[in-house]
């Protein structure tokens, strides 16, 4: 079956704009969750969907945001964008319900801001 | 702060020995565990999860787990330079079933 689709790959934006990134979870999978990852603070969780609600949030500030769509798609956008937003984000798939928390992450999205 | 700590490496071992990595959380709640192995400019891929004290093996790898003491461990015998990645520990904590990651430690094996 499919993995973890995302997109874009890449990405290169400058400050001050805003930026939407996608991710197809696994077929079957409800959740959906997102992180940044950078050299300096590792994997770092953004947020959790689960049937198109948002059922965890870390701590980012209020330009992070996303959506779940009723296929499990889901984006997260980025607005104002920051040269600290640097980094690269993940999407992970998981079916979210019971003890069954493993995680499945798509290959990321590379976003780069000058 | 629930925390998940791993020792940043890197650990060096040469060809066909074992490599140890190690993992210790502080939420005495955390009922699983996940190891993950991620390559430089690659996406973190699930190679082991482990819920019960003692070990899980798996092919080359072994998962330890002691909630006693509150530390994981991952054992890859006979490694490979292709082992040769970060590896990730993550436990869901503070009642969620979200995973906390630790940073990871840089494997390097050397022929």
């Known amino acids: 079956k499919a993995g973890v689709t995302q997109t874009p790959r890449y990405l290169i934006k400058t400050r001050g704009q805003q930026v939407t990134l996608s991710c197809s979870p696994i077929s079957g999978h409800r959740s959906v969750s997102w992180y940044q990852q950078t050299p300096g603070q590792g994997l770092q969780f953004l947020f959790e969907?689960?049937?198109?609600?948002?059922?965890n949030k870390g701590n980012f500030p209020g330009r992070f945001s996303g959506r779940q769509f009723s296929n499990s798609r889901s984006e997260m956008n980025v607005s104002t964008l920051e040269l600290g937003d640097s980094a690269l984000y993940l999407c992970a798939s998981s079916s979210g319900v019971g003890d069954d928390t493993e995680a499945f992450f798509g290959q990321g999205t590379r976003l780069t801001v000058v | 702060q629930k925390e998940v700590e791993q020792n940043s490496g890197p650990l060096s071992v040469p060809e066909g020995a074992i490599a140890s990595l190690n993992c210790t959380y502080s939420?005495?709640?955390?009922?699983?565990f996940f190891w993950y192995r991620q390559y430089s400019g690659k996406s973190p891929e699930l190679i082991m999860f482990i819920y019960s004290n003692g070990d899980k093996e798996d092919g080359r790898f072994t998962a330890q787990l002691n909630k006693a003491s509150q530390y994981v461990s991952l054992l890859i015998r006979d490694s490979q330079p292709s082992d040769s990645a970060t590896y990730l520990c993550?436990?869901?904590?503070?009642?969620?079933?979200?995973?906390?990651f630790g940073r990871g430690t840089s494997l390097i094996v050397h022929p």
């Open positions: 939420d005495r709640g955390s009922q699983s």
């Open positions: 993550a436990a869901p904590s503070g009642g969620s079933y979200i995973p906390t």
């Open positions: 969907y689960f049937s198109e609600t948002q059922r």
